[in-house]
C-alpha cells in the first residue's frame, strides 16, 4: 500500500541549478498539491490540480512550474533555484470531496546554497 | 480570505497532563476542519476531522468540536503521552477552490 510516493528524500543544488520533483499516488484520487513547509510558516500550498488536466496557483507560486501528467502523477518543477526555496516540500493528495483528507508524501528536503 | 491561527508553540507537558491547542478560522460558507500531526521525518497524517457545526471529531483520545459561533476548533487530550510528541496542524477545506488551508502549526513535547 504506498500511498503517495515523493522522490528524491533529499536534493542540495547550487543556485540557478533546475530540477523537477515528482510525485505519485495510487489511490485514484482526483486532487493533487504541492506544498513547501518551513519553520514557523506551517504548510504553504505552491501549486495543485484538482483535476487531471488543470493546475492552479497556491498562495507561493513564484519561482516553480507544475505539471499533472496524468492521473496519478504530479511533478514540481524550478527552474532556476534561489536560496529561498531551501524547504522541506511535499505532496499531497485526495478525492476532492469536503470530508475527504489529504494523504502526504514523506516529503523532500531541498537545500539551495 | 479564509485563514488558520494555531496557539504558537513550542508547548511541553509532563505525561498524563491535559492538553488543550487552540485554533481559531476565518471563512466564508461552511468549511470542513481538520486537525493533522506530524511525526519527525514524516509526512502528515490525519488525526480527526469535523465537516459542520457542532460536530465533534475524535480519534486516539484526541477529540476537537467545530464551533461556528466562535469560529474555533480546539484540539484537547485529557492525558498525554511521550508519543504523542509531534507537531499538530489545524486545518479547514473549502470547496470554492478546493484547497485546504493550514495554520502554522504547533509543536508539542510531552516528557515522562
Known amino acids: 500500500n504506498a500511498g503517495v510516493t515523493q522522490t528524491p528524500k533529499f536534493q542540495v543544488l547550487k543556485t540557478g541549478q533546475s530540477m523537477t520533483l515528482q510525485c505519485a499516488q495510487d489511490m485514484n484520487h482526483n486532487s493533487m498539491y504541492w506544498y513547501r513547509q518551513d519553520p514557523g510558516m506551517g504548510l504553504r500550498l505552491i501549486y495543485y490540480s484538482a483535476s487531471e488536466g488543470t493546475t492552479d496557483k497556491g498562495e507561493v507560486p513564484n519561482g516553480y512550474n507544475v505539471s499533472r501528467l496524468n492521473k496519478r502523477e504530479f511533478s514540481l518543477r524550478l527552474e532556476s533555484a534561489a536560496p529561498s526555496q531551501t524547504s522541506v516540500y511535499f505532496c499531497?493528495?485526495?478525492?476532492?470531496?469536503?470530508?475527504?483528507?489529504?494523504?502526504f508524501g514523506n516529503g523532500t528536503r531541498l537545500t539551495v546554497t | 480570505g479564509n485563514s488558520v491561527t494555531q496557539m504558537e508553540g513550542p508547548v511541553t507537558l509532563s505525561e498524563e497532563a491535559f492538553l488543550t491547542i487552540n485554533c481559531t478560522y476565518t471563512a466564508t460558507g461552511y468549511p470542513s476542519l481538520f486537525w493533522y500531526v506530524q511525526y519527525p521525518g514524516e509526512g502528515l497524517q490525519l488525526l480527526l476531522k469535523a465537516t459542520k457545526a457542532d460536530d465533534k471529531g475524535s480519534n486516539k483520545g484526541f477529540e476537537a468540536t467545530y464551533r461556528k459561533e466562535t469560529t474555533s476548533f480546539h484540539l484537547e487530550k485529557g492525558s498525554v503521552q511521550v508519543s504523542d510528541s509531534a507537531v499538530y496542524f489545524c486545518?479547514?477545506?473549502?470547496?470554492?477552490?478546493?484547497?485546504?488551508?493550514f495554520g502554522q502549526g504547533t509543536e508539542l513535547s510531552v516528557k515522562p
Open positions: 486545518a479547514l477545506y473549502y470547496n470554492q477552490g478546493g484547497k485546504l488551508i
Open positions: 499531497a493528495s485526495t478525492n476532492s470531496d469536503k470530508s475527504s483528507p489529504l494523504h
